[in-house]
């Protein structure tokens, strides 16, 4: 059997301040490091036979505090959504700089890209091809983004991606799941995040 846990990367300022950041590569800040620590104590006793992060800091930044010393590989179609112009700005800045389209993409991600931004059938399918790639037995870690987690998610439960918005995913939460073929069963969602404000 194989044994997924996803992660959400810890905060960074950009987290805080309420900005887009997808392929921004913001570093963690003090609440991020914070976060990860808290994590560390979650995952602490737990053996991985793998350890991927995305390609971007903030997830590398978190595996490396959350998991000393562990052989950390990258995959950078681990990373999370591409939001183009969006990136690195806040909601209220994108709504004037592109009108209603940025609610329309929230309503239905599928029939609208963010302006020189990532199709979400290109996400999707990159997302899809590394959960191919994994083997059929073991136990891995994945430290990723909230957007990959939402979309593995997404594809588990068979429902469109804009549905599992409805589930809050944390910074440093774990979710778990055993996969089989065809298929997974999701042993939680965002188990062990940290309080709000305890980081």
Same mark, same amino acid.
């Given at each position: 059997m194989l044994r997924l846990t996803l992660v959400r990367h810890?905060?960074?300022?950009w987290n805080e301040t309420g900005r887009f950041q997808g392929w921004g590569d913001p570093p963690l800040s %003090? $609440?991020?490091r914070a976060e990860a620590g808290h994590l560390r104590g979650t995952l602490r006793g737990e053996r991985f036979d793998r350890v991927v992060t995305s390609g971007l800091v903030r997830a590398r930044q978190t595996a490396e505090i959350a998991l000393p010393g562990a052989a950390l590989a990258s995959d950078e179609r681990l990373r999370e959504m591409n939001?183009?112009?969006w990136d690195?700005?806040?909601?209220?800045?994108?709504? %004037? $700089?592109?009108?209603d389209l940025i609610r329309r993409w929230v309503d239905d991600p599928s029939a609208v890209t963010p302006p020189g931004g990532e199709k979400l059938a290109v996400f999707d399918a990159r997302i899809a091809a590394a959960l191919a790639?994994?083997?059929?037995?073991?136990?891995?870690?994945?430290?990723?983004?909230a957007g990959v987690i939402h979309a593995i998610?997404?594809?588990?439960?068979?429902?469109?991606?804009? $549905?599992?918005?409805a589930l809050h995913i944390s910074a440093c939460g774990v979710t778990r799941a055993e996969l089989f073929e065809g298929g997974a069963r999701i042993a939680c969602v965002n188990e062990a995040a940290p309080r709000a404000g305890a980081a």
């Open positions: 810890g905060s960074t300022e %003090a $609440r991020g939001f183009g112009a690195g700005l806040t909601w209220d800045e994108c709504a %004037a $700089r592109d009108g790639a994994l083997p059929a037995q073991g136990d891995h870690l994945w430290v990723v983004h998610l997404a594809r588990w439960m068979d429902v469109p991606l804009r $549905r599992t918005f």
